[in-house]
């Protein structure tokens, strides 16, 4: 038993090339998928910050 964890941990090489390239993929598509959505939301917070800090002054 203890020969068995052992050799399935030591077999473990952590996140491979496929993988990486999967999540970029679905990131990506995410991204574009909602891209006015986020574009909306920046511009809304940077016009939030510009009136807020106009307010310092």
Do not use: H, N, P
């Not at 052992?6 to 909602?34: M, P, R, S, T």
């Amino acid at each position: 038993m203890m020969e068995q964890l052992k050799a399935f941990l030591q077999e473990e090489d952590g996140i491979g090339v496929v993988e990486v390239i999967l999540i970029l993929v679905v990131l990506i598509a995410l991204v574009a998928i909602f891209k006015d959505r986020i574009t909306a939301l920046v511009q809304d917070i940077f016009r939030s910050i510009d009136k807020e800090a106009g307010k310092i002054y």
